[in-house]
């Protein structure tokens, strides 16, 4: 079982930038890595996926303002966050994926203040 750990939360005023990244405890060369969300009283959203084949994809929320990245051999991956807003308040969580097989990071908060 890969076990995830987010780290790089915080409160930032609109306009900022955080870095998330997450550590896996195994091997993430065959999984897609990715991040979500989840804002009070809304779903869980998708914002930045990383494939094992190397395509991103990314919330039209995001586009433009946030970057995902992958380090296999470090077994990490990253989102830079760029110009920050308040709806961009969440928890966001790293996630592991391949085939049926999903791990969740416990999750670090991110919030915005303008």
């Known amino acids: 079982q890969v076990q995830l750990v987010e780290s790089g939360g915080g409160l930032v005023q609109a306009g900022g930038s955080l870095r998330l990244s997450c550590a896996a405890s195994?091997?993430?060369?065959?999984?897609?890595m990715g991040w979500y969300r989840q804002a009070p009283g809304k779903q869980r959203e998708l914002v930045a996926v990383f494939s094992s084949g190397g395509f991103t994809n990314y919330a039209d929320s995001v586009k433009g303002r946030f970057t995902i990245s992958r380090d296999n051999v470090k077994r990490t991956v990253s989102l830079q966050m760029n110009s920050l807003n308040p709806e961009d308040t969440a928890v966001y969580y790293c996630?592991?994926?391949?085939?049926?097989?999903?791990?969740w990071g416990q999750g670090t908060q991110v919030t915005v203040v303008s």
């Open positions: 195994e091997s993430i060369w065959l999984n897609d």
């Open positions: 996630n592991a994926r391949r085939r049926t097989l999903v791990y």
